[in-house]
């Protein structure tokens, strides 16, 4: 499994206004949730992993994500900011693009290497460079399929 193959375009958002960590939490896990109660799982989890220290990947990139789903159940969204935001990131560069990613609860080496190589993957300048560009959630996924081909011809 590839984070290209989560993404889908209703779980995008183009030019979103940041008020809050919590508050772009809660708009992950509803973007998120499949069911009513399902989103208030999902925000505890990107609460409590970021607790456990900041997700931020550098770069203008974060990767808030939790252990909160069912088993064989894996879901992923995008966020473009209007504008960076301090995201108290392990670089001190602004936050521009959130990538959110709910797993199941226990997970396996496929998860944890769906991480390593999803982390990998936005950590391309030439990839953020584009979808800072992209105006609309088409252009963000065709920025994000090219990078995705483009990292995989460098492996």
Known sequence: MKI???LEED???INHHFISK??????MANLLANEHGESLKIYHSFVDREKLGNTSLGNGVAVPHGKCL???DLRACVI???QPIDYESIDDVKVSLIIGIAF?????????????ETAYL???HRLYKNLILAE????LTDAILKGFQLCNNWS
């Open 4 to 6: 290209i193959d989560l």
């Open 11 to 13: 779980k995008m958002i």
């Open 22 to 27: 919590k508050r772009l939490f809660e708009t």
């Open 70 to 72: 069912a088993e064989n």
């Open 80 to 82: 473009k900011m209007a």
């Open 104 to 116: 199941p609860e226990r997970i396996t080496k496929q998860h944890q290497e769906l991480m390593k």
């Open 122 to 124: 936005f950590r391309q």
């Open 136 to 139: 609309d959630r088409e252009q």
